[in-house]
T-cell receptor, first 116, second 114 residues
Framework: AQSVTQLGSHVSVSEGALVLLRCNYS??????LFWYVQYPNQGLQLLLK??????LVKGINGFEAEFKKSETSFHLTKPSAHMSDAAEYFC??????????????FGKGTHLIIQP | DAGVTQSPTHLIKTRGQQVTLRCSPI?????VSWYQQVLGQGPQFIFQ???????GRGNFPDRFSARQFPNYSSELNVNALLLGDSALYLC?????????????FGPGTRLTVL
């Protein structure tokens, strides 16, 4: 079974500061990992994904994440926070079940607050 | 191109009733998945369909069912509604059924059970 732990239900940073959102996963198979962002009253938007290959993954809106197998982590970063980054962020891992079932297992989310 | 669309946007039902939610995937996508997102939590996987067949099921009771149509659109049905079924129901589509292909989400249907 797969699981995701997001450390910190709320993270507050100043505008222009580094954003770091933490994600640790547990998976019995090589994981495929995703970060999604959810703005209020909206669905989820894909930020980036890791499947295989390069462990540093770049996504949209200046976000990137690094897959570290030894630490079972996939932390999300952005060098300089913008007010528009305020949202809920979810880390997810694929279930990878038999028959190709591809349900995502999500963490509980981290609410990112940007201070002016 | 249009993204994933869901209808209705909001829905209010009473306990014991039945509800049907609808989803149209991105054009060309053949797989549809359903998720339940309770307030303050991450989405939970309910079903995945591919080529009109159920290919994955999460830990939800038999009151939840779904189907996929020849045009790849999908419906989620929930019978005998409980207060705990109040949630945002998200539909996601992907090109094929593969762990590496990302899922793209619709805006969701907000279901309130009174």
């Amino acid at each position: 079974a797969q699981s995701v732990t997001q450390l910190g239900s709320h993270v507050s940073v100043s505008e222009g500061a580094l954003v770091l959102l933490r994600c640790n996963y547990s998976s019995s198979v090589p994981p495929y990992l995703f970060w999604y962002v959810q703005y209020p009253n909206q669905g989820l938007q894909l930020l980036l994904k890791y499947t295989t290959g390069a462990t540093l993954v770049k996504g949209i809106n200046g976000f990137e994440a690094e897959f570290k197998k030894s630490e079972t982590s996939f932390h999300l970063t952005k060098p300089s926070a913008h007010m528009s980054d305020a949202a809920e962020y979810f880390c997810a891992v694929t279930s990878g079940g038999g028959g190709g079932a591809d349900g995502l297992t999500f963490g509980k989310g981290t609410h990112l607050i940007i201070q002016p | 191109d249009a993204g994933v669309t869901q209808s209705p946007t909001h829905l209010i039902k009473t306990r014991g009733q039945q509800v049907t939610l609808r989803c149209s995937p991105i054009s060309g996508h053949k797989s549809v998945s359903w998720y339940q997102q309770v307030l303050g939590q991450g989405p939970q996987f309910i079903f995945q369909y591919y080529e009109k067949e159920e290919r994955g099921r999460g830990n939800f009771p038999d009151r939840f069912s779904a189907r996929q149509f020849p045009n790849y659109s999908s419906e989620l049905n929930v019978n005998a509604l409980l207060l705990g079924d109040s949630a945002l129901y998200l539909c996601a589509s992907s090109l094929v059924i593969s762990r590496g292909h990302p899922q793209y989400f619709g805006p969701g249907t907000r279901l309130t059970v009174l």
